[in-house]
């Protein structure tokens, strides 16, 4: 189980090889949510996105012989990149099991890497079994997006920035909102926050017809969703919250909120707009809920996390639309 | 005359008030130009680009008095933006002097934070001339956008970003490149890296027919371009460096650059898509630079300024489909 002491830790192990993300903040966006908004932009971490803390805190962690066997993972695209370019960093031989309708930027960049990808059926088949399967026959180390104690550990390395930068700014009291998939981000953030400030506390936010941390929170148990595809937020779409990752939700975050798909991409043109920072739908859920829901966040400032900005330019130019009206 | 001094002097007024802007990178832009490039993302400085930092340095350093009588400055708008944000944080009035052909974003933005906008013809008037003139009718201090020397003191603070990040990396030796209008950044930035670090170059980096910085360096006198419009740089269109700024330009820059409007617009383009920020033109002409141009780079390391995003939608959209091919 994670515990703060693993994430100061993984902290030690990624300095030097992580970016220290801004928290960048527009008064128009203050003013469309009549709350302070400060982004933390995990878009501007390597590979594009927060995950490649989890992927280096793990894979720093293996010894020699364990690196020179590889590792294996499976992803929708985001962990993909951030495990294949760490274990490039360490020579680390890599598999990465891939939904055939991920993003082409990140099936791209993850064998641009260095990574071998295998492709599945999001509705045929079932990705753990897939990795658990080709990790055995070749006895690769599966480095588990969310349910990997050490992945949360370096996860949570960025909520020691969020407590240092809101004390730099003089941030007293806040709602952290972190999108939420199978957990791994708000689990780990959550874990430092409660060591370092108790008066930032985290809350999930998911999209449309995917909102089972939501629920879970709600019910105390862990709830499914229905559709385990047909949304735009690829990057957040796992059935369910995990048991490790839950059993942190459920003891130190507040309630769930749910953006709509519209919302989603308003939040990208926005931060287009105002941030200069490029979100994919996944990584915008924050900054929608910020945007677009005031009335269900009760302080006055809102720390966002901006988790990923691996957009495909379709969608991206989509998004722009919302700004011709 | 500024010296670095006023650079030190300038950064601790700024400090608390500026952005820290990240010096991001990308293994697929190193793959492209076969070196190193680091971008220092000045489009994430409030009111997305660098001339903040001059704007603040001017109006922090005015009297109280003087404070209450207000200010105007003339720009093409990232400099407009700048100094009516500031200008507004320390409750001055505030006029500002634009191009009729400005782009909307920056005409729209410089009017939200709260300046009065005075729009002229690029091509039929002076906006010195009119400028002058109503800072003299109404008594208000003109912020020159770069031959004042507390704005390039401003401007120079980023360059005492970029040495203290160079030297976290460990990079021993790098160009530096800067686009270049008027002179007020890169004088800053020369300034400050000629007193911290030796090895650190900067270069002027321009667009095509718009080299007057590059052709003044090479005669050792003030050169000026025959035309006044007619790039999509729109930030550094400025006939002639300044006075001021040239005399630093010629005793610290090495040789300058020149980009195509078609390399400035695939900039655009690949940090969208490899480091998830949004460039303006002429805020991207440094990477272009380092992107195709290396052969005219003598170092392995290069250090690339992006001084702004507030780019229109129409010129964003047409830079991304050079990622269509």
Redesign the interface.
């Known amino acids: 189980m994670t515990d703060f002491a693993m994430i100061k830790e993984a902290q030690r192990r990624l300095e030097?090889h992580s970016?220290?993300?801004?928290l960048?903040n527009s008064?128009?966006l203050d003013k469309i949510a009549g709350k302070r908004i400060h982004l933390k932009?995990e878009?501007?971490q390597k590979t594009?996105s927060f995950k490649f803390r989890g992927a280096w805190s793990f894979i720093s962690n293996l010894t020699e012989e364990e690196r020179k066997g590889g590792v294996i993972a499976f992803s929708s695209g985001n962990h993909a990149q951030g495990v294949s370019?760490a274990a490039k960093a360490f020579g680390s031989p890599c598999i990465i099991v891939m939904p055939k309708d991920a993003p082409e930027?990140k099936i791209n960049?993850t064998r641009?890497?260095g990574a071998e990808v295998v492709l599945y059926d999001r509705n045929k088949e079932v990705r753990e079994d897939i990795g658990l399967d080709i990790a055995k026959k070749k006895n690769l180390k599966l480095i588990h997006p969310y349910e990997e104690s050490l992945v949360i550990a370096g996860q949570g390395t960025t909520g020691l920035e969020i407590a240092q930068q809101v004390q730099?700014k003089g941030i007293t009291n806040a709602d952290v909102l972190v999108c939420c998939g199978g957990g791994g981000l708000i689990s780990g953030i959550a874990l430092a926050l409660s060591e370092l400030n108790q008066n930032l506390k985290t809350r999930p936010v998911e999209p449309e017809n995917f909102d089972d941390t939501k629920k879970s929170l709600e019910q105390g148990k862990i709830v499914t969703n229905k559709n385990v595809s047909g949304s735009i937020c690829d990057a957040i779409l796992t059935p369910q919250p995990g048991e490790n990752t839950f059993k942190i939700i459920k003891k130190l975050c507040k309630a769930g909120l749910v953006v709509s798909e519209e919302q989603v991409l308003k939040a990208i043109a926005l931060a287009?707009?105002?941030?200069?920072?490029?979100l994919e739908p996944g990584g915008a859920v924050a900054l929608a809920a910020a945007l677009f829901l005031p009335q269900l966040i009760e302080t006055e400032q809102v720390i966002v996390v901006g988790t990923g900005?691996n957009i495909d330019?379709e969608i991206?130019?989509k998004a722009?639309t919302f700004?011709?009206v």
Not at 19 to 22: A, L, M
């Open positions: 030097k970016n220290y993300t801004p960048l008064p128009f932009a878009c501007l594009g370019a930027v960049n641009n890497y730099y287009f707009l105002h941030l200069k920072v490029i900005g330019r991206f130019r722009l700004l011709d």
